[in-house]
């Protein structure tokens, strides 16, 4: 049999795994980080979905082996876990820096950006999760938990209409992104998202920002900031992928299907 190609990278940046939930896409996440090996690797919040847990979602096995793969990558690979909101169990760690493992509130990553062959200048990232930026999550934590059930319904309905789909041999459709992508409010609330999350970088002396929350992946420019988004693991299957000379790129597990 073929051997499987292993990428090596300088810097990857996955959130959003919400382990603990039925649709975390355990499977796809294993076999991302078997093929995808990295220097640094940053968790950029919402690797365990403690919101759902505490709502009676049940811990499987598939979700205890993807910990048990982060623990045998921490091995040989310094990993930052950056708390989420869904994981703010990890308040009372903050701080934790052991075994190749720092758990943090927020990172600065710097990269060498090369000017001329020979000549770089180091380029500053601000990693945060971004719920510190969410208007629900600052004044309406409640009416977030609520929206977070809604959410689960429409993975439910989504993968019900997904096997309908398949079995007539049609592509996947995501129904959530749908709503999410007609929905003016919601188009709005993007918007508010990436242009406050440029500003959050420009105050923490950056020129660029990396963060997840929204499972909405990005790689684009904001005025002078170079904005990032990680996407998600129930959904887009998505990743930052930085590579030695420091090249960003966006992985999309579905342009590989």
Known sequence: MPTTQVLKYQVIVISDLHLGIKHSKTEEILEFLETH???????????????????????????????NKLIEIAKDTEIIWVRGNHDEFLEDFLGFDSLNLKIVKDYVLTLKSWVTKDTYENKRYYVFHGDDIDVFMLKYKWLSKIGSVC???????NTQYNSWRKKRKLKYKSISKILKSVVKTATNYVNDFEKTAAKMAKLHGCKGVICGHIHQESNKQIGDVHYLNSGDWVESMTAILIDQDSNIKIYRKNEDL
Do not use: P, Q
């Open 37 to 67: 090996r990295c220097e640094k690797l940053i968790l950029n919040g919402d690797i365990i979905d403690g919101w759902a847990l505490s709502r009676g979602a049940k811990w499987k096995k598939r979700h205890t082996k993807v910990l």
């Open 151 to 157: 959410y689960d319904f429409a993975l439910w309905m």
